[in-house]
């Protein structure tokens, strides 16, 4: 009996002494309302976070989809230099920390102590990556590509990036298309770039596909040597289709990735009309004759 007397009286003081320290802490019991709310809002941040990391891959794979096929050996000194500028690095960054973001946010789910952080890590990884594979599959990572080009006056889009290494007249490079021939002189294409400066391209040394695919009056991209610039007058060397935006599909552009390299190689053949062409003597030629020679 007198056991149980000392019993109650020690939970007693244990019940005083928990109401007193909450008195004292000022602590205010929490509805359940509050953790529902704080549960759903953490799982709706966790999809946010996948979500955007989905986002992510997904222009990653436009990026790295539309440079598969690219003529760098035209624009850049070598494969490093291109990587170095083309890489969607803002867009790699962004999966990181939104893969971080979704681990964090997960982990602060009702249940979520209760998963290892490397397994949530891969989860949420590998949700982004499928789910960015999905996205890119129906065109999004080009839209929010775009999109994000035309909006955003600090954001580099492919379209934006496909004319500055491009629309370069210095280096002997155009984006533009082709208008009519010149009635003077017959073997001149008449070309508009897309700063609308009117060009006379000499076209003697150019494939008859290329000179077909420069007649189309689609947008292409032209690369040769400048040879007056009052009046603007480009000898071309190569006319490539400019694919943003357009239908070509990657066999396509293989093709004519492919066809442009049989074409180049005419200009450093020995044993070809076509050596002693001013094309010879260009920079972006040579660096395909030094890849393809050695």
Not at 138 to 146: E, I, N, P
Not at 238 to 259: C, L, M, N, Q, T
């Amino acid at each position: 009996m007198k056991d149980m007397e000392t019993e109650n009286q020690n939970q007693n003081q244990l019940k005083d002494s928990v109401l007193n320290r909450l008195v004292s802490d000022n602590i205010c019991p929490t509805s359940k309302t509050w953790f529902v709310s704080y549960d759903i809002l953490a799982w709706t941040l966790w999809l946010t976070a996948t979500l955007v990391g989905a986002l992510a891959v997904s222009v990653s794979l436009f990026v790295l989809s539309y440079h598969q096929y690219a003529f760098y050996e035209l624009t850049h000194d070598n494969l490093y230099t291109f990587l170095e500028d083309v890489l969607p690095i803002i867009w790699f960054s962004i999966l990181v920390v939104m893969v971080l973001f979704s681990v964090y946010y997960f982990r602060h789910t009702k249940r979520g102590y209760r998963y290892a952080p490397w397994r949530i890590l891969g989860s949420s990884l590998v949700l982004s990556l499928v789910g960015g594979l999905a996205l890119h599959t129906v065109g999004v990572g080009f839209s929010v590509d775009r999109w994000l080009g035309g909006m955003v006056s600090g954001y580099e889009s492919q379209e934006k990036m496909e004319q500055r290494l491009w629309q370069d007249p210095d280096s002997g490079r155009l984006i533009g298309e082709f208008i009519g021939v010149d009635t003077v002189f017959p073997y001149n294409a008449i070309f508009v770039d897309i700063d609308g400066v009117e060009w006379r391209i000499n076209t003697n040394d150019l494939h008859k596909d290329e000179v077909l695919e420069l007649e189309s009056g689609k947008a292409v991209r032209v690369f040769g040597q400048v040879l007056s610039k009052n009046p603007t007058y480009l000898h071309a060397c190569g006319v490539i289709p400019h694919i943003y935006g357009s239908d070509y599909d990657k066999y396509e552009i293989e093709e004519y990735r492919d066809a442009i390299k049989a074409h180049l190689s005419h200009f450093y053949s020995s044993d070809d009309e076509l050596s002693n062409s001013i094309c010879t003597k260009i920079e972006p030629i040579m660096r395909f004759r030094d890849q393809f020679t050695d």
